[in-house]
Every structure is written in structure tokens, then in C-alpha cells.
């Protein structure tokens, strides 16, 4: 069997004094946007020309939003709710892409009135609400991606098939739109730039046979995937990101406009969870797994480590005792609250109810996902640095 390898520390940062300092009972999200803009940065440099629009989902925290505006990025928003974070930070809305392929009605009017212009299509129903409610928008058209190599694949819930996509086309400039160009994504967490490529083959032969067809797309979209380190080494982010944007330009040659829209890649290094053990036990004497309970778990914020898909990395402050395998699992009453069984994870022997744990990596996707306090369990708390 294999294990996870205990945690590392880092050097000593901003975040890690401020976690040492710290005293909560409740499981909390200690964000530093200090880190999100040096990501930014890092991010914005390997990208070169395309624009940075962040995936507000990852991490919707208001100070994030408002440093970001201040360091001139863009946002892609999902929803009603996140468009008004942006614009209520001072992102201007034509910096505001509204990148949710199903959108109601009234949100898509909602988002044209404040002076949203990009939207995003996958479907004909969708480009007629659009025409409808934002006459004369710009769309780009949502690809589905058939070979994603992410931990966190994105499934087949958004984009079109590549044969629908020169219709769609046809029927946004039918209906008074202006159909800019494709966007897909290549699944959360894809740990390796060179996974893009097979990924970026299949969009390049859909935008070549636009071109063909007479349109002229000037828009790419590449959504995100920008992977945060949880153990399994990756690239810094500047030589991710430009090993991407080769693989890009030797594809499509010079493109007017291109967008990424990192989520994870921006945020899941700049947080790390405060959280406790509850109770470390036995199911029988001769058990050969401790079963370790923290005060936080697969409903509370880890919601990601369904199918044991993302693996975090946890410290304690035991980690100069020896170490064993055990099962992770939350507090709650659920039985699918574990969070890992099927591959253990190491921590010490000595740890001990009580003990504190720190979940490192974890500002993207965790808060976002734990805002009901399911089974009387406090939701994620965050704490801006
Ligand atoms: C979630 C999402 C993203 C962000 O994905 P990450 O893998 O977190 O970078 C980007 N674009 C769209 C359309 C998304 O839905």
C-alpha cells in the first residue's frame, strides 16, 4: 500500500505566523491576499497577453475580490450574486465576463443592465435568452473537453459537442449576437502543462473548421485547471502558465484576444484551514488503522475530497514524532463523511484529541462549499490576514 507523505513544512511566511498566533474553536480558513496577488503576478507573467479573468467560485472571500480589482483583474462570475461581489469591489463591468453556460432570464437582464457585454453559450435555448435579455451581446460558444487529464475533471454538465458548435454560431448571428469565439475547460487540478495539448488539439480543429466556414474567431477562452500543490510536485506557476500559452500559440497562431480563468491556480495556496482533532480510535484491539476524527469534514468545507480526488497535505505539531497510517474522517453523523480510507494518510502516532491540524492549500473550493452548517456543524469561519 501507499501513503501519502506527511506534510511539509514551509518556510516561515506571513500565513504561518499568523496560524501560529491564532486560537478558534471552530474550523477556520486563515486567507493572506498578499499571496493571491503574488499569484496573480506569477500567473499573469507566464500568460503574457491573455487576460486573467478569476473563477469567483474558487474562493468568493470580499477582500480577494477587492485586492484583485486593485491589481487589475478580471473575474469570470457564474451567477447574479457574484457579478454584484465584483462590481460592489469596483471591477469594472466590462471586465466581467458571465461565463455559467445555464443562466436564468432575469439574470442574464440583471447582468446587461449593469454593462455586462461577454456571456457565455452552449446551448440554442441559451443563445435565445441571451438575444432576448442582452440584444446585441458578445458569446463565445462552450466546448466539451473529451480528454481531460485532471484530478478534478469537469464533466460532461457543460459545453457542446464540436458538431453543434458552427449551428450555434449560425444562430447567434441569426439572433443579432456577436459570437466571438470557444471556450472549454480542461479540468480542475490537471497537474501537467502537457496534459493541455491533446485537449487543446481537439478545440484548435473546431476554431480551424470555423474558419473554414467563413467566421472569423478572434476569441479563446481557455478556462482554467492551473493545479495548487497538495504533495505531488508541480511547475511553478509563471512556467505552467507559459508552457500553456506555447502550447497555445503553436495551435492557434495569434489570437486577437485570449482569457484564463484560473480558480484553484489563484487562490488554494494562499489559505490554510485551522482545525482540531476530535478523537483518535480503534474499532477493535487488534485494528491495524487508527481512525482520526477532526472538527471539519467532507460538509464543512472538504468537499473535495470526495473520491478522495484532492488530497490535502495536514500538519501538526507533533510532526517530530513518529508517523502511522490512518483513516481521516469529519464529525458529522453522515457515513460519507471520510476523507480518507482507501488511501491513508500518514500522521503521528501521538496525536490526540485536542491536538491542532493544518490543513495546508486549502483557500480554493472549501469555504465556498461549506456555507450551510450541515448537521449542526459551524460552517468553514475565515480569517483575512
Ligand atoms: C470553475 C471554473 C473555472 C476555474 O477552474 P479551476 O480549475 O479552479 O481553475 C474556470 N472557468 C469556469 C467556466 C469554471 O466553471
Known amino acids: 500500500m501507499t501513503y501519502a507523505a506527511p506534510g511539509a513544512f514551509a518556510p516561515v511566511s506571513r500565513l504561518d505566523s499568523a496560524l501560529a498566533t491564532f486560537n478558534v474553536d471552530k474550523p477556520t480558513l486563515v486567507l493572506d491576499t498578499e499571496l493571491v496577488a503574488q499569484q496573480y503576478h506569477a500567473l499573469k507573467l507566464g500568460l503574457g497577453f491573455a487576460h486573467i479573468h478569476y473563477a469567483v467560485k474558487a474562493n468568493p472571500t470580499r477582500e480577494i475580490i477587492e485586492r484583485l480589482v486593485e491589481i487589475g483583474s478580471h473575474f469570470d462570475a457564474a451567477s447574479r450574486g457574484e457579478i454584484e461581489l465584483c462590481l460592489s469591489q469596483g471591477a469594472e463591468p466590462q471586465h466581467i465576463s458571465f461565463g455559467n453556460t445555464i443562466k436564468k432570464p432575469g439574470d442574464i437582464r440583471f447582468a446587461h443592465n449593469a454593462g455586462i457585454t461577454l456571456f457565455a453559450a452552449d446551448a440554442e435555448e441559451e443563445l435565445e435568452k441571451i438575444a432576448e435579455n442582452a440584444p446585441g ?171 478522495e480526488a484532492i488530497r490535502y497535505q495536514i500538519t501538526t505539531e507533533r510532526d517530530f514524532d513518529e508517523f502511522g497510517p490512518c483513516i481521516l474522517a469529519g464529525p458529522s453523523c453522515d457515513s460519507a463523511d471520510v476523507l480518507y480510507e482507501k488511501r491513508p494518510i500518514l500522521l503521528p502516532l501521538s496525536l490526540k484529541s485536542g491536538d491542532k491540524v493544518v490543513i495546508r492549500n486549502a483557500g480554493a473550493y472549501t469555504s465556498a462549499y461549506s456555507s450551510i452548517g450541515f448537521n449542526g456543524f459551524p460552517p468553514l469561519d475565515v480569517i483575512v490576514i
Not at 500559452?245 to 495569434?254: H, I, K, S, W
Open 137 to 307: 451581446a458578445e458569446v463565445y460558444i462552450r466546448v466539451i473537453v473529451e480528454n481531460s487529464q485532471a484530478d478534478w475533471p469537469l464533466s460532461r454538465k457543460f459545453g457542446c459537442r464540436a458538431s453543434m458548435v458552427p449551428d450555434l454560431f449560425a444562430r447567434a448571428v441569426e439572433l443579432g449576437l456577436s459570437p466571438l469565439g470557444l471556450s472549454f475547460h480542461v479540468g480542475s487540478q490537471t497537474r501537467r502543462a502537457e496534459y493541455w495539448a491533446p485537449v487543446l488539439d481537439s478545440v484548435a480543429e473546431i476554431w480551424n473548421d470555423l474558419k473554414a466556414r467563413g467566421y472569423a474567431p478572434s476569441l479563446l477562452n481557455i478556462g482554467g485547471g492551473f493545479p495548487a500543490f497538495y504533495g505531488d510536485p508541480i511547475d511553478t506557476p509563471t512556467s505552467y502558465a507559459s508552457k500553456v500559452m506555447a502550447l497555445v500559440t503553436e495551435r492557434f497562431g495569434a489570437v486577437a484576444r485570449v482569457m484564463a480563468e484560473p480558480g484553484r491556480g489563484m487562490v488554494a495556496e494562499a489559505g490554510a484551514i485551522l482545525a482540531e482533532v476530535v478523537l483518535v480510535s480503534k474499532k477493535s484491539d487488534d485494528d491495524a488503522h487508527r481512525w482520526v476524527y477532526l472538527d471539519i469534514g467532507r460538509f464543512s468545507g472538504l468537499a473535495e475530497t470526495e473520491g
